[in-house]
């Protein structure tokens, strides 16, 4: 029966979110940088693969509870929602409001459920996966400060509240990251530095909503550039790591190294426009183009990777008959 309900791209693992993720956030670096058409290739590869992981993820949920819920209780899942806000966010870029309000609802409605299943199996020490709790909690700000001057200033507020959930959030995953993963992790240790680089835009993407003035203003001016320049920090850290303990095997987990590779150049060039910072903005080139170097052996190692399709349920065929 599960063979049937299950399509065989229901057997990617949930890590395989992060390519989304890695995708889109490349396509709203290239969308800041003017390079329309490359943006918009990144783009609809990225919805693509989007719209294949949520098929399989839905009918491995009605086909297989068991499995579902086994993939759904690991930090990878949380990519889900990530991806979605990441998807969402690219939406608004492009002017498509509805759409980008209803991958919000969905990655809100997404979001309590894969938070509260991975948070509860929390153990005393992460590896670096763990992140994706403060990353989806991020995307939800980032997403919701976008669509706020569109949609009202409460959804301002409410990114400003899950925008300190997710500060909360990475202090605690950070309590317990085993740091020695900088120099044998298999990639995902860079959400370490994903985490605040997602931290950083969604900072700058309230400073940009025009909702706060004043103290409140200048309060999230600071903190922005704080939680940018503790996400370089961790950019040379982790880079550091990979100089001294070269890793160029593929693992589905390097996507969450492109991701960070990525959001780092685009928290870097938001933030360059928002806070008057013009040299950000040369800083978020040389890194986007540094993203999409890193993206290509990603996409290989992807494609190599991908699994068979599954053979169908059904009869077996006869065996050839003799002349």
Known sequence: MTERCA???????????????????????????????????????????????????????????????????????????????????????????????????????????????????LPRRVPGAMFLICVATQGLAVLAAVLAPAVGDWLARAALAAFALGLVLYVVVLARFELRQVVTGAGDHWIAGGAMAISALAGSRLLASGVWSGGTAAALRITDLVLLALALAWYAVLLGGEIVRPRPVYDVRRWATVFPLAMTAVAALSTATVAAVPWLGALGHVLLWIAVAAWFPAAYGLCRTLPRPRPRAGRRPEPPQMP
Request: overall charge positive.
């Open 7 to 121: 399509p065989w791209w229901a057997d990617l693992p949930p890590a395989t979110g992060a390519a989304v993720m890695a995708t889109g956030t490349l396509s709203v670096g290239l969308h800041l940088t003017g390079y329309a058409v490359l943006s918009l290739v990144a783009f609809a590869l990225a919805a693509a693969l989007w719209v294949v992981l949520a098929y399989g993820f839905a009918a491995l949920f009605l086909g297989d509870r068991g499995r579902w819920r086994g993939k759904a209780g690991t930090p990878p899942a949380l990519t889900a929602v990530a991806a979605t806000t990441v998807l969402g966010v690219r939406c608004a870029l492009l002017g498509a409001v509805p759409p980008a309000v209803a991958l919000l609802l969905l990655a809100a409605v997404l979001w309590p459920g894969l938070l509260a299943s991975v948070v509860r199996r």
